[in-house]
């Protein structure tokens, strides 16, 4: 997208909307009239002189130079995920040091994944909220659902037409263009390496460049190794907040390239490591649960009621048989469940 041309384009702009039936009519204004009209046309034209007025209030402009408010990120990821220490600490290494480069060498590819109800598209939400103030209604992110946007098995090759000619045309409108893919476990395999071009090191494609964009991925896929890694830490007697990113990293990855059910199988973008962070969401425990009943109490406008958030919690389905350590669906039906309460 090219900068705007604060003064010339609103000047000239509002010269051809205000200024020229201005002067046509000028003989029929008394002087008092001619100058009201004139100091209006200067008050706007000044208006849309300052970036922050103009896209601010009047449009949703491109925030490709907007630096990024690291404490709100930092607040928001603390305030509203739970139980999700690594993910915590890596989208937020992971933003503020991608946002922070004006020069990066590549855009930004985040994988996000674990079990349903863990917290995978809240945190994109919260990535989203935090660089356009619109969240997932700006215009400048896009969100695929595998099995709305690309459901036939037959129409791959069209879809990676269509996937291309989507991320160039958006890109060239606005370099910090967000994407999102979410139910990668359910997108055919090899049709993600459409975008392969599009995450590597490239200074530009055809005059355009990728570099400033900011990709995710949301998956189930892999949930299983976290969990099972998960379970062998705390059968080791090992604390939660002991399992570090490279306890899972390489077994994600490597599970996610053999796994012909997920949208990675055999992927180039995990064989030439075009993915920066491969993000383990780890599965909910019953405290956890229960913070988010709180949570969904104070978005309704509710008091926090802690016996109350304990009923909804134990509600929930937990598994392994045995210990009912995790829970089978995270967060994912509290809203349901508290509102048979309310």
Aim: glycine letters at 6%; hydrophobic letters at 40%; charged letters at 20%.
């Amino acid at each position: 997208m090219a900068p705007v041309r604060w003064r010339s384009t609103g000047t000239w702009l509002l010269y051809l909307l205000l200024a020229v039936p201005v002067l046509h009519v000028a003989v029929c204004l008394e002087p008092i009239s001619m100058g009201i009209a004139i100091a209006a046309a200067s008050a706007i034209t000044g208006y849309m002189s300052f970036p922050e007025f103009y896209c601010g209030r009047l449009v949703e402009c491109c925030q490709v130079d907007k630096p990024l408010n690291s404490t709100a990120l930092q607040t928001d990821l603390r305030e509203k995920l739970f139980g999700q220490h690594l993910a915590h600490d890596i989208i937020y290494r992971a933003l503020t040091g991608f946002m922070s480069n004006e020069n990066p060498k590549k855009p930004l590819a985040l994988s996000l994944h674990g079990w349903t109800g863990t917290g995978k598209n809240f945190v994109s939400k919260i990535i989203v909220e935090n660089i356009y103030d619109l969240g997932m209604n700006s215009k400048f992110v896009h969100l695929f659902v595998s099995t709305v946007h690309f459901p036939h098995n037959s129409l791959i090759p069209l879809y990676k037409d269509q996937l291309q000619s989507w991320i160039r045309g958006n890109t060239s409108r606005c370099a910090r263009s967000i994407f999102i893919f979410d139910e990668m476990d359910k997108l055919h395999p090899g049709l993600i390496d459409a975008i392969k071009p599009f995450l590597d090191y490239y200074d530009n494609i055809d005059g355009v460049s990728y570099r400033k964009a900011i990709f995710i991925f949301l998956s189930n896929a892999g949930g299983e190794l976290i969990n099972r890694q998960m379970l062998e830490f705390w059968n080791d007697g090992k604390k939660r907040e002991d399992l570090e990113l490279k306890d899972v990293e390489n077994v994600l990855s490597v599970g996610l390239f053999n796994n012909n059910n997920s949208g990675f199988w055999h992927s180039g973008l995990i064989e030439k490591n075009l993915i920066d962070y491969f993000v383990p969401f780890l599965p909910l425990e019953f405290r956890h649960v229960k913070k988010c009943v709180l949570a969904e109490l104070r978005h309704r406008g509710l008091e926090e009621d802690e016996e109350l958030a304990s009923r909804v919690a134990m509600e929930m389905t937990y598994s392994p048989k045995d210990t009912k350590l995790f829970s089978d669906k995270g967060c994912k039906t509290v809203s349901a469940k508290l509102s048979l309460h309310l």
